[in-house]
């Protein structure tokens, strides 16, 4: 028997679809099964151990037709008896159709005429771990247990980054597009200084293309760690892991750190709703006003209590 999972991001969301992909991998434990998702995520899937194989190129554009053509060649060729749509959108849902005019396999998500169709009304207004287990169960995988991280093999190499002692992570950026869920990059630096006088390290997390935010911050606190576009995905999760504490607006790696068991504070703006897509963990604090430039430095050491 061959399973198709889909997963395409983004990043918290990929985060969060850990514990199904582990549910998955327990109820087909002896089936080969296959991750279809995108390149981003390819090394955190791959180092899982949830997938036999990995398959990237998984979100070809609408006008794409080469694409569509190789992922229609990819899908009719792995011979899937059952598929988990866990991206659950339009996109993902016209997948089951590349697969005319032969019969679809077995397909548990929310695309017309598929055998195990997620319709409760209000899936739209459950977190997404919650759905995720209710689309699964639908689906004859009753047994979603909260995924334990510590037995997952999910290790960066972070010794090149020679952080001696003890660190605190600052996740200042997010999606451009959406300023509004940005803290002030004053307000950061204003915390590293403070992470500082507790003679600990801020660490900067951010992609290359947010270089200038980081270096702003940096350049207001002496002693910061500026690691833009320096961290894999692992990475994180090693960060995470050996952090004292985390704050970060609520962005992708946040999801990761928490999940990895850091102490973290993930700040909330009315722009996106901590009850659908909060980060999960043993020690998360979410900080939430309407406007973020409302929430004060004091508030958010308070909540970090390092």
Request: aromatic letters at 6%; proline letters at 6%; hydrophobic letters at 40%.
């Amino acid at each position: 028997m061959a399973v198709l999972v889909i997963k395409l991001g983004a990043l918290g969301d990929f985060v969060q679809a850990l514990g199904p992909f582990a549910a998955i991998r327990r109820h087909h434990s002896d089936e080969h099964i296959v991750l279809l998702t995108t390149g981003l995520y390819r090394e955190l899937a791959e180092a899982s151990g949830f997938f036999d194989e990995v398959w990237t190129g998984g979100r070809p554009a609408g006008v794409e037709i080469l694409g569509w053509l190789e992922l229609r060649r990819r899908l009719v060729s792995g011979e899937f008896d059952q598929v988990y749509d866990l991206q659950t959108s339009d996109h993902s849902s016209f997948y089951r159709r590349l697969f005319w005019p032969g019969p679809s396999p077995e397909w548990s998500g929310i695309a017309r005429g598929c055998s195990h169709p997620h319709t409760n009304p209000k899936r739209d207004d459950m977190h997404t771990i919650e759905r995720q287990a209710e689309q699964l169960e639908v689906a004859g995988i009753a047994n979603m247990p909260p995924l334990d991280w510590t037995a997952l093999d999910l290790k960066g190499d972070i010794s090149r980054f020679g952080l001696a002692g003890r660190y605190v992570l600052l996740a200042p950026a997010g999606a451009r597009h959406r300023p509004g869920k940005r803290w002030p990059k004053e307000h950061f630096a204003a915390v590293a200084r403070r992470v500082v006088e507790q003679d600990m390290t801020p660490v900067l997390l951010g992609t290359a293309a947010e270089k200038a935010l980081l270096a702003e911050i940096a350049a207001q606190c002496p002693g910061t760690r500026d690691l833009a576009g320096e961290t894999s995905l692992l990475d994180l999760v090693s960060l995470g892991r050996g952090a004292v504490a985390a704050v970060g607006n609520d962005t992708g790696p946040m999801h990761l750190i928490a999940s990895a068991g850091c102490p973290s504070v993930v700040l909330y703006s009315n722009e996106s709703d901590p009850a659908l897509c909060g980060q999960r963990g043993p020690s998360v604090t979410i900080l939430r006003r309407d406007g973020l430039a409302d929430l004060s430095v004091a508030d958010v050491v308070d909540a970090l209590a390092f």
